[in-house]
């Protein structure tokens, strides 16, 4: 039921507010879901302590095995640390910019844009699969760290609404991805620089052409959604 529920939600946000599908988001192989853990004590903070420290371990071995080719391995190394720390927010990010990786001898093309739009030079080089792989990370990663209210919580939800934002805004959704950061700066104030990239800024003076409704629309679409 809550499966279904979240189905229409964003079947909702897609016909109403161009939210990029995520049908085809899934990672390449079965990955367990991610359980939220009882809420904070003493004992799940130090956890989560310990958690950020082992995150550049996981990213590092996750990344030596991907360079070689062995994406499953690579895909593991980081499944089995999220199983154990799934509130581990640094961890899930670089999770996803390993899964927006080309995978060229998979015999992915490459591409600078996946839909028209604010375009730069330094746009990374991603494939259609590579993108939809890296939004499905982010969006475990989101329901992995919703519903708490801790304050550590609330800044690691912070954090991957602005890394979905910004993957968003840099790949044609430049009024969803804006949104995201507007409500990830919203919740915590100290990722207020974001908001002065030069894109970003672009993407929200589009609001204005876009028209006030619509923007409305997005924004209670995406609090419902996130819950922020």
Not at 81 to 92: C, I, N, Q, T
Not at 185 to 210: E, I, N
Request: proline share 5%.
């Amino acid at each position: 039921e809550v499966s279904a529920m979240r189905a229409s939600t964003h079947a909702a946000l897609r016909a109403s507010a161009h939210v990029p599908s995520t049908s085809r988001a899934t990672p390449s192989r079965p990955a367990a879901r991610a359980r939220a853990p009882p809420r904070a004590s003493s004992t799940s903070s130090a956890s989560s302590t310990s958690s950020s420290s082992n995150a550049p371990c996981a990213s590092k071995a996750a990344m030596a095995l991907w360079t070689a080719g062995a994406f499953d391995a690579a895909e593991s190394v980081f499944e089995s640390h999220l199983e154990a720390h799934p509130r581990d927010a640094k961890a899930w990010i670089s999770y996803a910019q390993m899964q927006k990786k080309v995978r060229f001898s998979a015999g992915e093309l490459p591409t600078a844009r996946l839909h028209p739009g604010l375009q730069s030079d330094s746009d990374v080089r991603v494939s259609k699969e590579s993108v939809f792989r890296a939004r499905g990370v982010l969006y475990r990663a989101i329901d992995a760290c919703s519903g708490e209210r801790e304050r550590d919580a609330e800044s690691s939800l912070a954090s991957l609404l602005q890394a979905l934002g910004l993957l968003e805004l840099t790949h044609g959704y430049e009024m969803y991805g804006s949104t995201l950061l507007e409500m990830a700066v919203k919740s915590q104030p100290k990722l207020t620089p974001v908001l002065r990239w030069h894109r970003v800024r672009c993407a929200r003076a589009g609001h204005l052409v876009a028209g006030a409704g619509r923007v409305r629309k997005m924004r209670e679409s995406l609090r419902s959604r996130f819950g922020v």
